[in-house]
């Protein structure tokens, strides 16, 4: 018999959570974007580590700052936009987000985040630093709305170590995820408007969303080297010759859907492929070719790409289309059969 934490959440339930998420971005107190960037990492872990059920989920804080390392690396490069001087955004209302400075401070010693992760006492040691800003900051602060705190998603008396998602919770991120990334993303773009210190620049409406969240296509050129050795100079899906410079790193679960660049995720598709596929999931019969892609070539996507700099985990990678595809399933996506 299944405990009362384990049956999944009814809908009533998962719209209650939501609302209350909806709520801390409408209503909360902004004085930093830590609240977007806390929101958004719990959920793509609860995507990573979780399952579907009711249960509650311990996050490491050595994860989550992990995930805030990768939203706020590209967001604390300069940001060029017609004839003014390289910008830093400004990310709080008073002096610069501390952990903007920090991931500054990394980017003087490191050019890309794939090489400071690859410096794997550095990184440890940024992890531990942005940790505890993170533990001191937003999770302290994110459930209070009005002047009150309402605990739905974590409690902070049993966080201290681990941040422990309430039952329920860990269910309703995975299940909205994409609601909360766009949600979080809107929110984060007008905060980033509508301070004053960065007026001077934004008041000519470039495209924030594009330097803040796209994946950063001058990084996967390595990875695409890999690729073209890996996949004998031919496309993932349609399997014909690539010539060179007409193919692309592909994100087989779409970035629109788990924003983040994982080693095992990445497939090498022709142009043409590349362009139809878009943010679709492919069928189910290039998902089984992408399974048996990674459990036999996974010794050689972990040394190549894993010293690139990226994330190398098979099992996590294979846990998020796990989720994507039973998403996919049960709310009737199309999926692209090439």
Known sequence: MLSAYQIIPTAQE?????????????????????????????????????????????LSYQDIAEKFIEIYWKQSLPFQFNQHDPFILQQSTGKQASIVNIIRNAQQQFKTIAAARRDILFWEKLKKTIAATVKQMPV???????????????????????????????????????????LCQKRWIDYIRANRQNLVVLDGLPDLNEFMFAPSRSQLNAVANV???LQESRCFYCNKPMKKGNYAVDHFI?????????????????????????NFLASDEFLYKWQERNEEQDLIIVDRISGLGFLTDKDRSHRVAEWAYAQAKENNYVLWGG
């Not at 309703?172 to 909360?180: N, P, T």
């Not at 779409?254 to 590349?274: E, I, K, Q, R």
Request: with cysteine; net charge negative.
């Open 140 to 182: 302290v602060y994110l459930q209070n709305v009005n002047g009150q705190t309402y605990e739905f998603l974590y409690r902070l008396q049993d966080s201290k170590q681990q941040l422990i998602l309430l039952p329920q919770v860990m269910y309703c991120l995975r299940q909205f995820s994409e609601i909360i990334e766009e």
């Open 14 to 58: 998962q719209l209650r959570i939501l609302k209350h998420i909806q709520q801390i971005l409408q209503s909360g107190t902004f004085t930093s974007t830590y609240k977007f960037a806390l929101l958004m990492s719990l959920t793509r872990l609860a995507i990573e580590q979780g399952q579907d059920s009711g249960e509650n989920l311990s």
């Open 227 to 229: 690729l073209v050795d």
């Open 254 to 278: 779409p970035w629109s859907m788990y924003p983040s660049d994982t080693g095992h995720n990445f497939v090498l598709a022709d142009s043409h492929c590349n362009s139809k596929k878009s």
